[in-house]
């Protein structure tokens, strides 16, 4: 009905709804909107506030550090901070925009990448992606479907995967999120509290179903709930930090039975080397003739394409998925230094693979992204200092095996190849394995950490999304990916929070 | 042995198309002699003869263009280049990914500059 706050609400008051949502962000919203104009009445408890604001922030202080065989250990002790948002509307009042399906082969179980696989496919996923499309009212991804445009052919091991943005992000048009974010509220079947802090999931007696939630607001009111069903939405760090602080009845933390809760946590990282007189960096350079448009758009409303692998090249590569990403150079390479040498390997390159008087083709950034393989050590625990509100801080141990590296090498080495076998270009990878860690530029894609698996001794949730041995608790989000591939995952979690709310409204009897 | 004027002229009918490969020697510096940087070139060259000691102007003459040089050795080269991609026969240098035949195109430009 409203956007409630809860800190005026009486003390000790009791939320009760059919379905309650923890978490205001962009899963929680999609599927609070699945329900609109039923007869399900949906609570959504958000943390923060209608605006973003720093004493809200401080609640995601935590610490982290990234870590890769061979490279030097980086702490990375703002990201907790810094890479999500915890305010209606969630990371997606910093998102750019970008819609991105995961890859039919990021689905897939690749024997040469230690627990890949999900327990549902592409196909199956494919009606709830057109659905959160139309929501975000961009065209649909059906796979394999050619190119949007004029595309450069590298061979089997790569292809023009597509990239579309949304204008309903807060990085995009703000005014058209903030209806994204807060229309939904005024549904009579719909009630949003803001200011809501979940501090505990209160399991009864048998440990077996969620009986209410702690709610603690900064004003010192306290709240508890009543619901047939919940679901944790609150982003891919703080559903793990929830469930594993709620640790009174379960000692381990609520659906960690299997010490699986933090661990698989998955990221995504960009590579790339800024080129300067003395060094080359990341690029590709051209043949001539190749078409661009398809790879270098301006426009965030239009088409984008990258090379991606193909499950073919990944198998071939003993690679994960990886991305290269071709942007325009600011400008001609500044004279002197290592700019001669890239002219001449461009000259060279054009006569062997261009027709008579084209000239050189364009030489062009590029930045790359392999996945991040799935990797127990890879974790969220608790740290023992806490919160304001008694919630432990998180630190992260942001792993990579030499698997990893060794993926990423190998797509390197695989598409410099693929593009000089094809004469459509040559690329350049300065970047050092030692230094990979160094130079990685994080995203704000958290994945992995409550990993959705049929076997709950291999995953925290079930191919539905409901956590293993709780009745009526389920996860949304970007938690639950078994394998995170390269795409920005805001549109993967979308579509499986509309598959999520799909099958809770029979059990909830969700009538018109 | 080739001369590096030959060299250059051949890499300059490469770059003009096939017409101008049949031509004779030109009169001018022509155009890929640009592209290909004399200093620039010739370090991508010492670069690749240091991973390739020993390697001789006419052993390299020999390996890229074993009938001479003609307009049909550019189709040669290609495949060669294509085929060294394929097998992994890459030469790297300051990150670039070349062909290997390509590295030894620079060498034998460094060789004869």
């Known amino acids: 009905m409203a956007l409630i706050d809860a800190q005026a609400l009486p003390d000790a008051s009791r939320i009760e709804a059919d379905l309650i949502i923890v978490g205001g962000g962009l899963a929680g919203i999609t599927i609070a909107r699945q329900f609109l104009g039923t007869s399900v009445r949906i609570a959504v408890l958000e943390a923060g506030g209608r605006d973003i604001d720093m004493d809200a922030q401080e609640f995601y202080v935590g610490s982290a550090t990234v870590r890769a065989p061979g490279n030097p250990d980086r702490e990375l002790n703002n990201y907790p901070v810094q890479s999500r948002t915890r305010v209606l509307g969630g990371s997606g009042m910093v998102w750019g925009g970008k819609c991105v399906p995961l890859d039919p082969s990021d689905f897939a179980e690749r024997p040469w990448i230690p627990h890949s696989g999900w327990p549902i496919t592409r196909q199956d996923l494919q009606p709830y992606y057109d659905r959160a499309c139309d929501l975000l009212e961009i065209p649909h991804f059906p796979p394999n479907a050619p190119p949007a445009g004029p595309a450069i052919d590298v061979g089997p091991d790569f292809f023009s995967a597509p990239r579309v943005f949304t204008r309903y992000s807060g990085g995009t048009d703000e005014d058209a999120f903030d209806r994204f974010r807060t229309e939904f509220a005024s549904a009579p079947n719909v009630d949003v509290y803001l200011h809501a802090n979940v501090t505990r999931i209160g399991l009864n007696a048998a440990g077996d179903r969620v009986e ?45 039975g299997h010490d699986l809760v933090g661990r698989f946590f998955q990221a995504h990282v960009v590579y790339a080397v800024d080129g300067n007189a003395e060094t080359e960096g990341s690029a590709i350079q051209l043949s001539p003739g190749q078409p661009t448009a398809l790879y270098i758009n301006l426009k965030r409303g239009g088409p984008q394409s990258v090379f991606a692998a193909t499950l073919e ?107 000089g076998a094809r004469g459509k270009g040559r690329l350049c990878w300065p970047g050092e394995r030692s230094a990979l860690v160094a130079i990685g530029n994080a995203s704000r894609h958290h994945m992995g950490a409550t990993r959705m698996h049929p076997d709950p001794k291999r995953g925290v949730v079930d191919a539905d ?10 996860i949304a989000g970007s938690s639950v990916f078994p394998t995170s591939g390269i795409a920005n995952p805001t549109l993967t979690l979308l579509a499986l929070a509309i598959r999520l709310a799909d099958h809770l409204k029979p059990q909830l009897g969700a009538t018109r | 042995m080739i001369a590096r004027r030959d060299l250059i002229v051949f890499l300059s009918a490469l770059s003009a198309g096939a017409a101008s490969a049949a031509m004779p020697v030109l009169a001018a510096e022509p155009s890929l002699l640009t592209g290909l940087d004399k200093t620039a070139g010739g370090r991508i060259g010492q670069a690749w003869l240091k991973e390739n000691p020993g390697a001789t102007a006419a052993a390299l003459t020999r390996r890229l263009a074993p009938k001479g040089w003609s307009p049909a050795t550019l189709e040669r080269l290609r495949l060669k280049v294509a085929d060294d991609f394929r097998q992994g026969r890459v030469f790297r240098h300051r990150g670039w990914r070349l062909a290997d035949t390509e590295g030894a195109l620079f060498g034998l430009l460094a060789l004869t500059a």
């Open chain 1, 465 to 474: 999304s409901k956590v293993h041995g709780l009745a009526n608790l389920h």
């Open chain 1, 313 to 419: 090249g990944q198998k071939r590569l003993n690679s994960g998925n990886f991305t290269c990403t071709l942007y325009a150079n600011a400008g001609p390479p500044a004279p002197g230094g290592v700019a001669e040498e890239t002219a001449a390997i461009g000259a060279l390159a054009a006569t062997l693979d261009g027709k008579a008087g084209q000239g050189r083709g364009p030489l062009v950034g590029c930045f790359l992204m392999a996945e991040h393989f799935p990797n127990p050590d890879s974790r969220i625990t608790l740290r023992p200092e806490k919160d304001a509100l008694g919630l432990p801080h998180i630190h992260m141990d942001w792993t990579y095996s030499a698997a990893d590296l060794d993926g990423l090498e190998h797509a390197v080495d695989g598409l410099a190849d693929a593009l």
């Open chain 1, 212 to 256: 209410t939630l702690d709610i603690a607001c900064l004003n010192g009111r306290r709240h508890s709930t009543a619901a047939k069903s919940y679901i944790l939405a609150t982003g891919g760090i703080e559903n793990v930090r929830l469930l594993l602080a709620s640790n009174d009845r379960a000692p381990a933390g609520v659906g960690n």
